[in-house]
């Protein structure tokens, strides 16, 4: 409870052992029980669901719960509320008023519940343990959300396609954004939507020119931070390429590529034709009098005799999950759900975190639907020019190991 202000409620201590109550009915009752006064204050039970109280106007406040009647409105947004007590705690939300200071390192909030949710981080409480693996949890709503990993139950199903979350909040997320594809964020400058702010914040960075993340080797500036990890693997101490038919020198081989796709490109083709490597998958295709092999995923129109170097699905999923580990920030991974949540879903999670649509399950199969995501990663939210050319004249799978192998050297 707090004062009609808004501020922290009064005190009623008891003279006689010193407990505080925040209201003089509640402190009567007490100092009655200190007279050896037996008394039973009268319960007022809800019509609605049986529920009891020990006043009227507590009755009153809790029936508006079942009738939906607001009659308090908040002066800022006009949003109602069944008390002036709730009208006052989400007035804070306007004032920033923050009066309960958590004692140990001085931060401030603007509920008490919340202080005391707080104070168990320096405490160390975790009073919510789970019966079936003994995690602990600060919050019951935490434990919640941890059993429905253990059951199953009390889950928030989608009405639209049958998926269920373990937190309401999450499932609203979905429906919002993967259903209704709400994009209430929208950009003053080209007018493109986004589904979260913080998307739209990362897109301005395209018309504001500004480039925050800086590479310590040359100091060339990136929009965005996964530009600017692709980056830093082309300062790996790798061996000078040379072009056999010119004999020019590149330092990086996705240069060598691009020189060779403007100025030799019947000879790159040969070279891509006659290359062969050990870390994919030979996928044999359909040859004159034989059966056709596509078990990797090779395409239907591929030539006859020829061999798709493609990765194994264990193996494109390692190299996916290692890479989305290379290119984006631990807490962000775990959000998602990483290590546990499939390698698909991960990569799905980070391509809308940036703004932009995976690839659905309807138009491609799983394999297929892991490369075209792939590339979006590398296309739209990477959105690298050395990145793009190597895409140009090799496989997504090539490219992931190329940028895996180029970040551990």
Do not use: W
Request: proline residues 6%; hydrophobic residues 30%.
């Amino acid at each position: 409870m707090t004062a009609c202000s808004g501020g922290p409620p009064p005190a009623h201590p008891c003279e006689v052992c010193g407990k505080v109550y925040s209201r003089k009915d509640n402190l009567r009752e007490h100092l009655r029980a200190h007279a050896g006064e037996v008394t039973r204050r009268k319960k007022y039970k809800c019509e609605h669901c049986g529920k009891t109280f020990h006043g009227i106007s507590l009755l009153k406040i809790h029936i508006r719960v079942h009738t939906g009647e607001r009659p308090f409105a908040c002066d800022f947004c006009s949003k109602g509320f069944p008390s002036v007590t709730a009208l006052n705690k989400h007035r804070r939300i306007h004032t920033g008023e923050k009066p309960y200071a958590c004692a140990e390192c001085g931060m401030r909030f603007s509920l008490k519940g919340t202080l005391n949710r707080h104070t168990r981080i320096h405490t160390g409480i975790r009073p919510h343990k789970c019966p079936y693996c003994g995690k602990e949890f600060i919050q019951g709503g935490g434990l919640k959300a941890h059993l429905f990993h253990h059951t199953g139950m009390n889950g928030f199903k989608c009405s639209v396609c049958d998926k269920v979350f373990n937190r309401k909040a999450r499932l609203d997320l979905h429906m919002k954004y993967l259903h209704l594809k709400e994009k209430p964020h929208v950009c003053e400058d080209c007018g493109k939507g986004f589904t979260r702010r913080e998307d739209l914040t990362r897109h301005s960075v395209l018309h504001t020119g500004e480039k925050p993340f800086q590479c310590p080797t040359c100091h060339k500036r990136f929009a965005i931070k996964p530009s600017l990890k692709i980056h830093m693997v082309t300062h790996t101490k790798e061996e000078p390429r040379s072009c056999h038919e010119c004999g020019r020198a590149f330092i990086r081989k996705d240069c060598l590529m691009r020189h060779m796709r403007k100025r030799h490109r019947d000879l790159l083709d040969r070279i891509l034709l006659d290359e062969e490597d050990d870390r994919f998958a030979p996928t044999p295709v359909a040859t004159p009098g034989g059966t056709a092999n596509t078990e990797g995923g090779a395409k239907a129109g591929a030539p006859a005799g020829t061999v798709a170097r493609i990765l194994s699905e264990q193996a494109l999923c390692e190299s996916i999950r290692e890479l989305l580990g290379l290119l984006v920030d631990e807490p962000t991974l775990k959000g998602f759900g990483y290590p546990d949540k499939p390698v698909d879903e991960l990569l799905e999670a980070v391509i809308r975190r940036c703004g932009h649509s995976p690839a659905s399950p309807d138009d491609y199969n799983y394999m297929d639907r892991l490369r075209e995501n792939s590339k979006l990663l590398f296309t739209v939210v990477i959105d690298d020019n050395a990145v793009k050319t190597l895409l140009n004249n090799q496989t997504v799978d090539e490219v992931i190991l190329h940028v895996l192998r180029l970040a551990k050297s």
